[in-house]
Every structure is written in structure tokens, then in C-alpha cells.
């Protein structure tokens, strides 16, 4: 991994651009109010390049229009419903944490993702028994409802994308998926070393919240956070 060293207060007062951000969100941006960004350990996510609050300003991303809404979009087969975390409490959570309702769509399985009771969409891309989170997203266009400022697919299936063995989730503007094969406590492929926070079911609502927070932040043009430790930053494991 780079050499790192951590940003300095005038980087992060300069990323947060406080003198020119609008006056009612300058109480949002003081520096102190943030933790400070942790060290990347060998095996995290790069920190890369990160975004200043003007780097955001000049993508121009349009935001939600009145009325807009946030919809979950659970993905898979029928008996793989059980082992969703109450996607009731997820929206809830959403609906308080970005200030847009959020509202969880009827579930529908890969078939119909990629195209069946809608127009012909593309075949989504199968490694083993892993699934490729960009074909998915290309397929949620077509599901997005017309007041829909932002669709996150929920899905039990490990996702992947090109070179990367796997992914909690993967977003762009407005849609986005989130796995759960990683998140829940049952799984083999569970990989959790952190302090315990509850039954099992409850982890995987704290875990699958922190993930769906992170990707909807992509939905709304964030890049990831190299300044403050913050839900926006790049991880590659649970702690």
C-alpha cells in the first residue's frame, strides 16, 4: 500500500469550503465536528483522491425534485425472503438519515431484473455463484419509478465487478445494489471481528444500514471521504 499520511486541518477546512457553502449548511461542515480519518490498515480500500465540497458543486448533480423518493428494491428468489433484515426498519432509517421518503417495492426475482414482464434488459454476468453488480445496475433503469430520485437493489447474492473478488455494494447516480451474502451472521462468508451489537438479526440491520447509507451516497454524486472519518469512506471489511 502508498505511504499515507492524514490531511491536514487546512485541507479538510478547504475541502469543506466553508466560506463558500450555503449558510444553512455551514453548521453541518465544521471541522471540528468530525472525527478524524483513521490510518487505512493493509487490506482497506485505497483512500484515493477524495472530493471537496466544490469538486461536488461542478458534477451539477441534479437533486430530488418535491416529492421525490428513495425505493429499496429486494432482489432474489421467493425463499430467500426470510433471511432479508426488516426492510420496513431500513426505509425508516432512509427516509430519517437522507430527508427523502423511502419506500421498499414488491420483490422480484433475476429473471424479471433482466427482463421479464419488462422490456428485454441485459443478461447479467455470473461468476460461480456470484453475480455482476454492474449488470445489475444497467437493469435497474427500467425499474425505477417515475418519482424515484434514487432505486437500491437488496439482494442476497454475492456481487462482483470486474477484478474485484466481491463487493458489499456498488452504486452511480440514482441506482445502486447492495448484497447481503457478506452482511449476515449466518453466512459462511461472514467475516466480522468487531464488538457484538446485538442478536444476529440486528447485526445484519446495522451492518446492511452502514452499507446502504455509503451507496446512496453515490446515488447522490458523493465520491468517497478522504478527510474525516465518515460513512462515505471506501472499506473492505466489516470492522
Known amino acids: 500500500m502508498p ?6 486541518a487546512q485541507e479538510q477546512i478547504r ?20 472525527e478524524p480519518i483513521q490510518k487505512p490498515g493493509e487490506n482497506d480500500w485505497p483512500h484515493g483522491a477524495g472530493q471537496t465540497f466544490d469538486d461536488f458543486k461542478t ?3 441534479k437533486g430530488p425534485e418535491p416529492g421525490s423518493k428513495i425505493y429499496l428494491l429486494p432482489l432474489g428468489e421467493p425463499h430467500e425472503a426470510a433471511a432479508f433484515p426488516h426492510l420496513g426498519t431500513l426505509a425508516e ?15 422480484i426475482t433475476l429473471a424479471q431484473l433482466e427482463g421479464e414482464g419488462k422490456a428485454s434488459g441485459r443478461l447479467i454476468r455470473k461468476r460461480g ?17 417515475a ?3 434514487a432505486v437500491m437493489a437488496v439482494t442476497m447474492s454475492d456481487i462482483f465487478k470486474g477484478e474485484f473478488n466481491f463487493l458489499y455494494g456498488l452504486a452511480g447516480l440514482h441506482l445502486g445494489v447492495v ?29 446492511t444500514m452502514d452499507v446502504l447509507t ?26
Open 59 to 61: 458534477l451539477r448533480v
Open 179 to 207: 448484497s447481503l451474502h457478506r452482511l449476515h451472521p449466518d453466512s459462511p462468508s461472514y467475516d466480522y471481528e468487531g464488538p457484538t451489537k446485538g442478536r444476529p438479526d440486528e447485526m445484519l440491520l446495522r451492518h
Open 15 to 34: 475541502a469543506a469550503q466553508l466560506a463558500s457553502a450555503p449558510t444553512s449548511l455551514q453548521p453541518w461542515l465544521r471541522v471540528r465536528a468530525f
Open 93 to 107: 432509517g432512509t427516509t430519517a438519515f437522507y430527508g427523502l421518503q423511502c419506500e421498499v417495492l414488491p420483490m
Open 214 to 239: 455509503h451507496e446512496l451516497g453515490h446515488s447522490f454524486g458523493l465520491r468517497h471521504c478522504t478527510y474525516f472519518s465518515c460513512v462515505m469512506q471506501g472499506f473492505n471489511c466489516l470492522e
Open 129 to 145: 455463484r456470484q453475480i455482476d453488480a454492474s449488470d445489475v445496475i444497467a437493469n435497474l433503469k427500467k425499474w425505477r419509478p
Open 3 to 8: 505511504s499515507w499520511t492524514p490531511p491536514t
Open 147 to 149: 418519482d424515484g430520485f
